[in-house]
């Protein structure tokens, strides 16, 4: 079992930027899949992106241009960076690790395709 925790977030007005960070256990970190969700209160949880263990990139149509990830293999750490934030990205955001590898979007955007999850950090973003 892999073990998430994610870090980072807080109060940012408009317009600002927060970064985010995903700690994973594991000796194989290099192997997994990273992905990043949000729920917001009342809804349900939605894909914000994922990493690929050979570092390619897939993003929500929502923050595309205005979120970016990446992973330090070396730490065990993914990394949601967060510019231009709106009111509307206000929402617990969630970490989780896919052990078995996505091929597609499509696969990357399947909250079933994790296998764990961290127990997630607040954004508030005020306008």
């Known amino acids: 079992q892999v073990h998430v925790v994610e870090s980072g977030g807080g109060l940012v007005q408009a317009g600002g930027s927060l970064r985010l960070s995903c700690a994973a256990s594991?000796?194989?970190?290099?192997?997994?899949?990273m992905g990043w969700f949000r729920q917001a209160p009342g809804q349900e949880r939605e894909f914000v992106g994922a990493i690929s263990s050979g570092g390619t990139t897939y993003y929500a149509d929502s923050v595309k241009g205005r979120f970016s990830i990446s992973r330090d293999n070396a730490k065990n750490t993914a990394y949601l960076q967060m510019n231009s934030l709106k009111p509307e990205d206000t929402a617990v955001y969630y970490c989780?690790?896919?052990?078995?590898?996505?091929?597609?979007?499509?696969?990357?955007?399947?909250?079933?395709?994790?296998?764990?999850w961290g127990q997630g950090t607040q954004v508030t973003v005020s306008s």
């Open positions: 594991g000796r194989t970190y290099s192997s997994y899949d």
């Open positions: 989780a690790a896919a052990t078995d590898t996505c091929y597609s979007i499509r696969c990357y955007r399947r909250i079933g395709a994790y296998d764990s």
